[in-house]
């Protein structure tokens, strides 16, 4: 059977975008412009993520994979668990009922 947590036990993860300023940008000392120009994204793409404003698609976890040597598994990770966190706050307000078998 499998057992469920109470979302008030879990903290909130990090954006990916924090993750990638924080981790990658800074200590690069890289400017927004600089980081998009060599993930090949736009200037008005990079802001989006790091703001939290858009999520870390499959296509940008390669890129970023590529860019700073780390795993696109692990962008797209960070992704998952900060999407399921926010979802699992809506939980009650979700119409679902349990089912089981008769």
Known sequence: MWTTRATTDV????HPGEVLKALCLDPLS?????AA???GVSRKTLPS???GRAGIS?????R???????????WL??????DLWRAERTRKRLHAARL???
């Open 11 to 14: 903290a909130k993860p990090p």
């Open 30 to 34: 890289l400017t927004v412009t600089q």
């Open 37 to 39: 120009r060599s993930l």
């Open 49 to 51: 993520i790091l703001n």
């Open 58 to 62: 499959p296509e940008m976890a390669v």
């Open 64 to 74: 970023l994979s590529i860019a700073f040597d780390t795993s696109a598994e692990s």
């Open 77 to 82: 990770n960070q992704q998952l668990q900060y």
């Open 100 to 102: 089981s078998a008769a």
